[in-house]
């Protein structure tokens, strides 16, 4: 390790390699270690038989945030109707 260390060029440091066992740098992983592709889109809907997603990541993103607004502004009407504040706070969740 103190020679690891104290090794200032590649020669010093592939000397200590040498006596470990050659690998093939250029051999593909397994197809279970793969990385997916940068860009890859992945959905949380179920695939129908054909296999495809049924919907775009976009579509569930979408009515997330379509379940979340309409449940932030029922909770605003009815505390604003029982006395509270009409100061519409869930636009500052919402718009962001």
Same mark, same amino acid.
């Given at each position: 390790?103190?020679?690891?260390?104290?090794?200032? #060029?590649?020669?010093?440091?592939?000397?200590? !390699? /040498?006596?470990?066992? $050659?690998?093939? =740098?250029? &051999?593909?992983?397994?197809?279970?270690?793969?990385? #997916?592709?940068?860009?890859?889109?992945?959905? !949380? /809907?179920?695939?129908? $038989?054909?296999? =495809?997603? &049924?919907?775009?990541?976009?579509?569930?993103?979408?009515?997330?945030?379509?379940?979340?607004?309409?449940?932030?502004?029922?909770?605003?009407?009815?505390?604003?109707?029982?006395?509270?504040?009409?100061?519409?706070?869930?636009?500052?969740?919402?718009?962001?």
């Amino acid at each position: 390790m103190e020679k690891a260390l104290e090794a200032k #060029t590649l020669g010093e440091i592939d000397e200590l !390699l /040498a006596d470990l066992p $050659a690998i093939e =740098l250029y &051999r593909l992983p397994h197809e279970s270690m793969r990385r #997916t592709p940068p860009g890859a889109r992945y959905s !949380l /809907a179920p695939n129908d $038989a054909t296999g =495809l997603t &049924r919907f775009t990541p976009g579509t569930v993103a979408m009515g997330a945030w379509a379940v979340v607004t309409s449940a932030l502004v029922a909770i605003w009407a009815v505390t604003a109707v029982l006395g509270g504040t009409w100061f519409p706070w869930w636009a500052l969740v919402v718009l962001p």
